[in-house]
């Protein structure tokens, strides 16, 4: 029992809640059947046309359908359970991975249904699963329980991409992909198994809330930075969440230095979340939010110099590992904006929805931005670095947010202070 203590205070697992932990299970199926698929749709798209701007459109298209599908997932989620949207997220990959055996050499005609699809299932996913990080973690282990998340999600980013890269090197023509999707079924398969077990998510109310939500949303001043925070976020993450693997992919066709890079990123976000989760405190969290732009922006203008495949691979491992930071900083501020906000207990998954449309929409932004500047590496470069640097603004939003939260908890416990007094 003591080793099994000692073991789970290394890997920041000790504040858990042991139900979070068996719905982590769903989680981490999740994560490794989309990890093995996710990045070769898009090599695939170029290795079909030809064209890295097909990979832009069904990017942006997954990005501007996936707040929609939130808003679908939340009303299913309250008015049957966690369970059934859980159920249809793990049904619509597998009808994907369906369409991908049925017409995979003619895949680029199909880019928005494809799209629509993994938008569906990304979102239904997401959102039941951050409903349930919200239910199942407090502010006192918040940090911890998404610098675990963010610890699981890195170690499965760093072994499934590269198997998938491996795997399709060792084929010819597309036959690494049916092999790769033919996996991601398999696993998809397990996880809806893993469903079936899964403990039960509750709501105060079967009915949407979304009038409520938006009513705090634009009373509340910290929910109107949050918003635009959101926004701002998505600028950057919209485009970087993918964008440096087809850089990589335009310089050399390879599936497996795609799968390479992302084992740096792997590394990256593993060491990255270990770090985060024992550094980042309500004390310091916006003054490593700072850190991690300021290194982010530098890394990004360093490119101007050189642009081949070691620096795109290094910058990929510097990006993995302060935006990990960001992530997790940001994910923590919203869900303590939710239980700090009056009336916002209970609207998790109403606030979280509101969190993708301000995220969808920022990275539709960001992509547009990058698509219409000229082909070039120098503009290229540019388009990084303002976006890069736009999350300055981000995190002086932050900033007034926790100095509100601190103000308000004061305020607080002056006021409990009063009340015992008298």
């Not at 490119?303 to 923590?332: E, H």
């Not at 990058?370 to 120098?378: C, D, N, R």
Request: overall charge positive; glycine content about 8%; proline content about 2%.
């Amino acid at each position: 029992m003591a080793k099994n203590s000692r073991l789970r205070q290394m890997l920041g697992m000790e504040g858990l809640n042991p139900d979070f932990l068996k719905v982590l299970q769903i989680y981490l199926c999740y994560l490794i059947f989309t990890n093995l698929h996710t990045m070769f749709i898009n090599t695939l798209f170029i290795k079909l046309t030809g064209d890295s701007g097909v990979t832009m459109f069904y990017n942006t298209v997954v990005s501007i359908l996936g707040p929609f599908f939130t808003v679908a997932t939340v009303a299913c989620m309250r008015r049957f359970s966690a369970k059934f949207t859980f159920t249809v997220a793990i049904a619509d990959f597998l009808v994907m991975y369906v369409t991908f055996f049925t017409v995979m050499n003619r895949l680029d005609d199909f880019v928005v249904l494809i799209a629509f699809l993994a938008a569906m299932g990304q979102s239904f996913f997401f959102i039941t699963y951050a409903n349930a990080v919200s239910q199942f973690s407090s502010e006192g282990n918040t940090d911890q329980t998404v610098s675990f998340m963010a610890f699981a999600r890195g170690i499965v980013s760093l072994a499934m991409p590269f198997l998938s890269g491996f795997l399709i090197s060792r084929f010819e023509g597309l036959t690494g992909y049916y092999v790769v999707f033919g996996l991601s079924a398999a696993v998809a398969a397990v996880a809806m198994y893993k469903v079936v077990r899964m403990p039960r998510i509750t709501f105060n109310s079967q009915k949407t809330q979304y009038k409520k939500m938006a009513q705090i949303a634009v009373r509340s001043p910290l929910w109107r930075m949050f918003v635009a925070s959101e926004l701002i976020k998505g600028f950057r993450s919209g485009v970087f969440n993918f964008f440096l693997n087809i850089l990589l992919f335009r310089i050399i066709q390879s599936e497996l230095l795609v799968g390479v890079n992302n084992v740096l990123v792997g590394i990256s976000a593993i060491l990255a979340s270990w770090v985060c989760g024992r550094l980042m405190k309500r004390e310091n969290r916006v003054k490593l939010l700072h850190i991690s732009v300021s290194v982010l922006v530098a890394t990004t203008a360093s490119l101007y110099w050189r642009m081949d495949v070691t620096t795109i691979l290094l910058f990929s491992a510097v990006n993995s590992f302060f935006g990990c930071w960001l992530d997790n900083g940001y994910t923590s501020m919203f869900y303590l904006s939710v239980k700090k906000t009056p009336g916002g207990q209970g609207l998790s998954g109403e606030f979280i929805t509101l969190s993708q449309f301000c995220m969808g929409f920022g990275g539709a932004a960001g992509m547009a931005v990058i698509s219409m500047l000229p082909q070039t590496t120098v503009a290229t470069i540019t388009g990084l670095l303002v976006l890069g640097a736009s999350q300055y603004i981000s995190n002086f939003l932050m900033k007034t947010m926790q100095r509100q939260m601190d103000k308000t908890d004061a305020q607080r416990g002056g006021e409990r202070v009063d009340t015992i007094a008298g």
